[in-house]
């Protein structure tokens, strides 16, 4: 062995093949069986990919590194499910490029916050979190609230998501914009294109406070509303 | 051998000027990062200050700004000093450091913005990890050309390092990063859910190995022999660790995923191989400590062997904890909370920084024609306001992990959780506190370091700083 290796250490080109070698076998071995997680991983029939609103809030969550301090993937412990909900499934992050799952806590788990609390609450909290929380060491994210929401950019977004193979048809790309502005507008003609693309169970509501102004906050916060509720898999699972 | 070929020296100072620039700018925002979160007022509500937002400029800056100008200053140092020949393709070497600073500096400037993929150490969008790709290849090209026409047969063992290191680091970058640009500043990773989560901590977890691992073992096996004067304890070792290291630590990134939605099997055989590393990564500390036999007093007498001496300690106690909290039970108390932090930090500030400092503190007056440092007091006040930083640290975070493990599981006698989210964010606030503390004193010693060296450049003999040492067969091999 040694010997070998000591012809090994005089040939530059034979140590560098026998380093790719090492260093390739155990990623080769967990990581390409994931690509055949289409057949072990379910995707259920329920499961809707995030609306042109949610989508965008999600690209706001990831460009504030929300990400950083907050996890979206309870694991199957007992204190977590207690505390958070039903422990996290594959499926239930299937169209999300990237994963959100996160690696710290400082702040809790948002992986089922949807719902939880009121948009007025999110909205307060997210202004100015110590104006709800006193204790809370959240940063402020005022200016959410005063950021016209762009959307004009959604439909490339859908379609390169689409490439990837998120379910977004052509019909939801093209309306990607109008939908945006008619989820945080009940009232709107467009809200019932919205309901009739993303199914019912879709919140149609002003996130923000002001339907009149369609802005960041709209967007964070549908998103954070629709968190754990793209599917009721989970709640059903053993 | 031809008397009039030199070492490319040159090169090596702007990697280790911009090391000392970079090691404060990223420490800094690690400073601030922490005292955010001990005073949330120091978030200034301006979106680029904002702590979620810097906290990638942060470790980007100090792995990638900090830890790899100083890599690769290392390298092209010991791969032209080991093979005694003269630094391949010099243009294309001049272009790894600017283009390596474009990157940087690039990506340094745009997360504060946003712009940035949301994966864990590998923040920067695509265009940026466009550059870095070319600049990896182009350094590969100029460590292995340099390799090949070097005039000693065997290759010495900090260059097996550098070269894993190398190849690694390019196929983790390459591959974690594949993704569809919608726009310049916007791009989606072509994987998704649990299989993006297996590549990002496959990367994740191999930054650690080969970037903050591999590449720094280069540096000790290089520089800790050079200073102490004595040659590497044990050859064999060497051997069995370097390929116990490339081989186990590929497999290990799963166990940043336990009880998640990552398959089991996969978990299990992250936590196996994460304990079975143990054995090179010790077997790397110990070969390392053992080299310091018959050279004892002058760990006691010169504070930059000192460095490296307490670098090699840290990664033994770093690579032991590791394997430690990659256990599937201790990981279920472990994961999510500061304990990761401290860990980090550990191998990061005892580990990675002290072994870069002692390889600062080796080099600088060599490179400029000094025989010391411009102030060798001021180094050892470098190297103890770096100790006590460390411990201040480290301490902390593991009270503040440990606490909030313990806090977020504990039932009440009737069965439902004792403690609010909240609470637990609460009791941190004396480690967070003393966390900033201890980085505050860490990087104090760092702009120390930074002036000493600044000073020790400018103090060079007429010429000396600014030319290229002849070259000279070395004690190496």
């Known amino acids: 062995m040694l010997r070998l290796h000591y012809n090994l250490e005089r040939v ?12 390739s076998i155990g990623g080769l071995v967990e990581i390409a069986p994931l690509f055949t997680i289409d057949e072990t991983v379910e995707i259920p029939a329920d499961l809707r990919p995030h609306t042109p609103l949610e989508l965008a809030g999600r690209e706001i969550y990831i460009r504030e590194g929300c990400y950083a301090c907050h996890s979206q993937m309870i694991r199957s412990l007992a204190d977590e499910i207690d505390r958070y909900g039903p422990y996290s499934l594959a499926s239930e992050s299937a169209y999300d490029h990237p994963m959100l799952w996160g690696s710290k806590r400082t702040g809790p788990d948002l992986a089922r916050v949807g719902e939880k609390y009121s948009d007025a609450w999110h909205v307060a909290h997210l ?30 977004q859908m379609a390169t998501l689409a490439r990837l193979g998120v379910p977004y048809s052509p019909e939801r790309i093209a309306n990607a914009a109008e939908d945006a502005r008619s989820q945080a507008r009940p009232d709107s003609a467009g809200a019932a294109g919205v309901a009739q693309r993303y199914g019912e169970r879709v919140a149609l509501r002003p996130f923000g406070g002001d339907p009149a102004r369609l802005t960041e906050m709209d967007a964070v916060v549908a998103y954070l509303q629709s968190l754990g509720r793209l599917t009721t898999a989970a709640h059903d699972a053993p | 051998m031809p008397t009039s070929e030199k070492y490319n020296d040159h090169i090596v100072r702007l990697f280790l ?28 509500e301006t979106s680029w200050l904002t702590f979620s937002r810097i906290r990638a400029n942060h470790t980007f800056g100090v792995i990638f700004a900090f830890g790899g100008s100083a890599l690769m200053g290392t390298c092209y140092y010991v791969v032209q000093r080991t093979g005694h020949t003269r630094l391949a393709f010099p243009r294309l070497a001049t272009f790894t450091f600017w283009g390596w600073q474009l990157a940087l500096f690039l990506a340094m400037a745009t997360m504060p913005f946003g712009i940035t993929q949301s994966k864990e150490y590998a923040e920067p969008e695509w265009f940026i990890d466009l550059i870095i790709a070319v600049v990896w290849v182009s350094f590969g090209v100029v460590f292995f050309g340099t390799l090949a026409r070097r005039r000693i047969r065997h290759i010495y063992v900090a260059n097996w390092y550098y070269g894993a290191f190398i190849i690694a680091v390019g196929l983790l970058h390459i591959v974690n990063n594949l993704a569809l640009p919608v726009s310049l500043t916007k ?15 496959w990367y994740g977890h191999n930054a650690v190995a080969f970037f903050l691992t591999a590449g720094f073992l280069g540096m000790l096996y290089y520089f800790l022999p050079v200073r102490s004067g004595r040659p590497i304890w044990s050859y064999r070792l060497s051997i069995v660790s370097f390929w116990g290291i490339v081989f186990f630590y590929i497999w290990v990134g799963s166990h940043h995923l336990h009880y998640t939605a ?3 099997w996969v978990q299990t055989l992250g936590m196996t191989f994460s304990v079975m590393l143990l054995v090179p990564s010790w077997a790397s500390a110990g070969n390392a400590i053992a080299t310091l036999n018959g050279a ?23 690579t032991f904890e590791g394997s430690f909290l990659a256990i599937r039970p201790v990981n279920s108390l472990s994961h999510y909370t500061d304990w990761t932090v401290g860990h980090v930090h550990s191998g990061t500030l005892g580990w990675v920084a002290m072994i870069i400092f002692g390889a600062i503190y080796t080099l600088v007056p060599q490179l400029s024609g000094r025989e010391t440092m411009a102030s060798p007091r001021a180094i050892e006040w ?11 640290y480290v301490v902390a975070m593991w009270n503040a992990g440990i606490t909030q493990g313990l806090m977020w599981r504990t039932y009440g006698a009737d069965g439902s959780l004792t403690y609010s989210f909240l609470e637990s964010v609460m009791a941190m606030a004396p480690y967070y506190l003393l966390r900033t503390i201890g980085g505050a004193l860490f990087l104090t010693g760092a702009v120390i370091c930074a002036f000493n060296v600044r000073a020790t450049m400018l103090a060079a003999p007429a010429g000396a700083g600014a030319t290229d040492r002849p070259l000279v067969p070395q004690a190496a091999e």
């Not at chain 1, 530059?12 to 260093?23: K, N, P, Q, R």
């Not at chain 1, 016209?148 to 490339?156: F, G, N, Q, V, Y």
């Not at chain 2, 000027?17 to 990223?26: Q, S």
């Open chain 1, 12 to 23: 530059s080109m034979g140590l560098v093949a026998a380093i790719i070698v090492a260093a």
């Open chain 1, 127 to 156: 202004v100015n979190p110590r104006a709800v929380v006193p204790a809370s060491i959240m940063p402020a994210y005022p200016w959410l609230a005063a950021t016209p929401l762009d959307t004009a950019s959604l439909s490339a």
């Open chain 2, 187 to 201: 791009s989606y990773p072509i994987y998704s859910g649990v299989v993006d989560a297996m590549v990002q901590w």
């Open chain 2, 262 to 264: 990552l398959p089991y």
């Open chain 2, 382 to 392: 470098h190297f103890w306001l770096s100790v006590a930083g460390t411990l201040i």
């Open chain 2, 296 to 318: 004892w007093h002058k760990v006691r007498d010169d504070a930059t062997l000192r460095f490296m001496f307490v670098a090699a300690v840290f990664y033994g106690l770093s």
């Open chain 2, 17 to 44: 000027l911009a090391a000392a620039v970079w090691g404060i700018v990223g420490m800094s925002i690690g400073v601030l990062a922490a005292a955010q979160l001990a005073w949330p007022a120091l978030n200034f």
